[in-house]
Antibody, heavy 120, light 106 residues
Framework: EVQLVESGGGLVQPGRSLKLSCAAS????????MAWVRQAPKKGLEWVAT????????YYPDSVKGRFTISRDNAKSSLYLQMNSLKSEDTATYYC?????????????WGQGVMVTVSS | DIQMTQSPASLSASLGETVTIECLAS??????LAWYQQKPGKSPQLLIY???SLHTGVPSRFSGSGSGTQYSLKINSLQPEDFASYYC????????FGSGTKLEIK
C-alpha cells in the first residue's frame, strides 16, 4: 500500500523558514517523480514543486520560485520542501504527492497533508 | 501559464442522477488532463488521467472525455459517497488546477 506521511508543519513568522518532510513507503520511491501541492484554507489546489527521480531536475511555479526548494533522499525514501522567506499567502495545507508520468504529470497518491501557518 | 476554467462552481443533484462538470483550458493541452475528487478534511484522490483513463479502483460510473481545450467529467447514477469537490488539472505544463466544483446533495 502506498503511504505518504508529511511532517514539519506549524506556525511560523513572516520572513522565517520552515522545512517539510514526507516519508514514503509501499512503492519504489526512486522510480517516481514527486511533488508538493498546497491548499489554502477554503481554497483550491496549487502545485508548488516537482522533482525528478534522481533529484537532478526541479520545477516550480513563479509564486514560490527562488524561495522554496524541493529535494529528496532516495536512500531514505524521503521528500523535502525547504521554504524560505515565508509570506502570509503561503499559509496552507501542504500535500506530498507521488507523480505519475504517463502522457503528462499527474498526482496519483497523496499524503494526509500538513498545515503551515505564516503569521506574526 | 495555462489557465483552467472549471464550471459550474457548485452543483446540486439527487441520488441516482447523472451530472457533468466542465473544464476549459486556455490553450490546447492535448488530452493531458486529470480529474480529482476531494472530500471535506481529506486529501484529493485521482479519478481520471489522460482525459479519459480511469485510475485504479475508481468506479466505472466516473468517466472523462474531451480534447483540445474542452474537457468534461461525467458521474452516472450518483451515490452518497460522490458528494464532494472535484478539480481538473492540466498535466502538460505549470500543472495548474481548475477552481473546483462542489457537488452537493439536493
Amino acid at each position: 500500500e502506498v503511504q505518504l506521511v508529511e511532517s514539519g508543519g506549524g506556525l511560523v513568522q513572516p520572513g522565517r523558514s520552515l522545512k517539510l518532510s514526507c516519508a514514503a513507503s509501499g512503492f519504489t520511491f526512486s522510480n517516481y517523480y514527486m511533488a508538493w501541492v498546497r491548499q489554502a484554507p477554503k481554497k483550491g489546489l496549487e502545485w508548488v514543486a516537482t522533482i525528478s527521480t534522481s533529484g537532478s531536475r526541479t520545477y516550480y511555479p513563479d509564486s514560490v520560485k527562488g524561495r522554496f526548494t524541493i529535494s529528496r533522499d532516495n536512500a531514505k525514501s524521503s521528500l523535502y520542501l525547504q521554504m524560505n522567506s515565508l509570506k502570509s499567502e503561503d499559509t496552507a495545507t501542504y500535500y506530498c504527492a507521488r507523480t505519475a508520468t504517463t502522457k503528462g504529470y499527474y498526482f496519483d497518491y497523496w499524503g494526509q497533508g500538513v498545515m503551515v501557518t505564516v503569521s506574526s | 501559464d495555462i489557465q483552467m476554467t472549471q464550471s459550474p462552481a457548485s452543483l446540486s443533484a439527487s441520488l441516482g442522477e447523472t451530472v457533468t462538470i466542465e473544464c476549459l483550458a486556455s490553450e490546447d493541452i492535448y488530452d493531458i488532463l486529470a480529474w480529482y475528487q476531494q472530500k471535506p478534511g481529506k486529501s484529493p484522490q485521482l479519478l481520471i488521467y489522460d482525459a479519459s483513463s480511469l485510475h485504479t479502483g475508481v468506479p466505472s460510473r466516473f468517466s472523462g472525455s474531451g480534447s483540445g481545450t474542452q474537457y468534461s467529467l461525467k458521474i452516472n447514477s450518483l451515490q452518497p459517497e460522490d458528494f464532494a469537490s472535484y478539480y481538473c488539472q492540466n498535466g502538460l505544463s505549470a500543472l495548474t488546477f481548475g477552481s473546483g466544483t462542489k457537488l452537493e446533495i439536493k
